[in-house]
């Protein structure tokens, strides 16, 4: 991988943990969510006036994603409900990419080079073992078990939009298109169910929304810029490093724990990310 693609996706990395710890840091994380997706609405519309459209083959893999992303957020904020995002994002961020790698080649027709393998598997190792002790999972329950779902869900549309990017010609509108459509989805369920709670959070947080909405896309938008020049599985896998972004901002903003232990497997993910760069 190019040093000038791995810095882009660091920097994603970055923006997403970002916008994450603002989900976190709401009091209803799914209102939370919707704010930063109906945020990201209001910025990718205008500005999808100005750019091409996608080519028409890619329009279904925008369907599909715009689908698996709305189930995203609600077990996001649904996750970040019942568990610490310190335990549950690793959990997240950490399974999908391995669950990417198993699947990138059947369905991309995608290998990777033994090296890249080796450094996809360091980093994921690393994230999952920021978790700490796995009884305190256990103990979870729910979070645990959303936060898996959602593992297989990022990595679904990972997968879709790694080829569908490629497809559409158009990166950037690809991507406006994807929150665009999600957003307003979004919007409306909360605008219909949950009226009053939605528009009093839209007024006192409106630069949550419009903040945490562009991070949420130009951190997605850079890392589907890398994919149309590197394998999605080590795209993916190296974006996954936001999750040492998301330690500090959440050690730093919400007081969360950070035990001693864990500078092993932040090594692992530091080893990983100079394996991507190598191999």
Known sequence: MSLGI?????????????????VKSGEDKFLSSVLIATGAAILAGPALLFLPAPAIASWPFIALSTVLQVIYYYLLSAAYHGGEMNRVY??????????????????????????????VIALCAGVLGLIGDPRVLWRSGNATRYAL???????????????????????????????????????GWAAFVRRRAFFSQLRQRWPVALGGG?????????????????????????????????????????????SASRVFAVALIVAGVIGMRLA
């Open 6 to 22: 791995l810095l882009l996706v660091l920097f994603a990395a970055l923006m997403h943990a970002s916008w994450n710890v603002l």
């Open 214 to 258: 562009g991070l949420s896309i130009a951190s997605y938008g850079l890392a589907l810029m890398a994919m149309t020049q590197a394998p999605v599985a080590l795209v993916a896998a190296l974006r996954e490093s936001s999750i040492l972004f998301g330690i500090l901002l959440a050690r730093l903003l919400l007081k969360e724990k950070i």
């Open 149 to 187: 779902a959602n593992a297989l869900i990022i990595a679904s549309y990972s997968l879709t939009d790694g080829h569908g990017v490629r497809l559409s010609g158009a990166p950037e509108a690809y991507t406006l298109w994807i929150f665009f459509t999600q957003g307003v989805a979004m919007f």
């Open 90 to 119: 690793p959990l997240m961020r950490g399974t999908a990419p391995l669950l990417v790698v198993a699947l990138s080649g059947w369905l991309l027709g995608e290998t990777l080079h033994p090296a890249a393998l080796f450094a």
